[in-house]
């Protein structure tokens, strides 16, 4: 169900409904990142939406925090 939530909210993010992807992608990676048998390329590709997200808002601070999240990922 995560990664279903992360990919709706990357399709809400590209059509620019951006308040419905963040909640969507929000949740997603909580569960994700804690999930035991999650798979890594779903956890990047939820973080890599979130990153983006937060970049067109301008909010330099969490995009750069989700980008170090992810390089520890990789």
Known sequence: LAHTKS???ECLLT???VDE???L???ASTVL???PG???HEIVQC???LIDLHRRRGN???ARELTTRLHELE
Do not use: I, K, N
């Open 60 to 62: 330099a601070d969490a």
């Open 25 to 27: 992608l929000g949740a």
């Open 38 to 40: 999650a798979r890594s």
């Open 21 to 23: 992807a963040e909640r």
């Open 33 to 35: 990142l804690d999930a």
């Open 7 to 9: 990919l709706l909210g």
């Open 47 to 49: 973080l890599r939406a």
């Open 15 to 17: 059509l620019g409904r």
